[in-house]
């Protein structure tokens, strides 16, 4: 077991003085989402395999989504690629906005398509549950993916129940007459 020297003693002998920085903009907060940690062979990697689907040409018709929405899945599980909304977007030649048009039945939308966005949408939204369940991926990321791509939400349920001062009474009579015994007149 090694003691660890006090900052006196790092500094009479010459030792560097590192202080961590904690709290509110410190850099333990998220170590593995502060900075950039990636290699030269991870951007290489990262790149080419995105530089791969840049180069298809778009998928067309409902057939064409789907085979490319295979390909797309197939590809990443055997080249142990994460498979994110960006990269699915990507391969099929097509933005994120557009994707979501389709999902949500907008232009471009067939039942079809709307139908085959969804089932690749909850294949991604399993796979980060899964690997955040592992401890595979930061649960702040998988928190935001979830949020912005998965329509997850952070919510709480209140019921509100009306409460009548003057009880069941449903006789405007008989409200009358309570309403008068309980005026004060002046």
């Known amino acids: 077991m090694t003691q660890q020297k006090t900052k006196k003693e790092l500094v009479e002998t010459g030792e560097k003085v590192v202080r961590r920085k904690r709290g509110r903009g410190g850099t333990e907060n998220f170590p593995s989402t502060i900075g950039s940690s990636a290699k030269k062979e991870d951007i290489q990697r990262i790149g080419t395999n995105l530089l791969y689907w840049y180069k298809m040409p778009k998928a067309v018709t409902d057939e064409e989504i789907q085979d490319r929405l295979l390909h797309f899945f197939e590809r990443c599980i055997t080249n142990g690629e994460l498979m994110t909304v960006e990269k699915m977007s990507l391969a099929l030649g097509y933005d994120r906005k557009t994707i979501w048009s389709w999902e949500t039945g907008g232009e471009g939308s067939t039942p079809a398509r ?9 294949i991604l939204a399993s796979f ?9 991926i930061n649960p702040v990321t998988y928190i935001f993916r979830a949020k912005n791509y998965f329509g997850m939400k952070d919510q709480q349920e209140y019921v509100l129940t009306p409460n009548n001062p003057l009880g069941d009474i449903k006789d405007s009579t008989e409200i009358r007459q309570r309403l008068s ?6």
């Open 114 to 122: 709307r139908n085959l966005i969804k089932k690749a949408k909850e």
């Open 128 to 136: 980060d549950a899964e690997m955040v369940s592992e401890g595979k």
């Open 181 to 186: 015994e309980g005026v004060i007149d002046e």
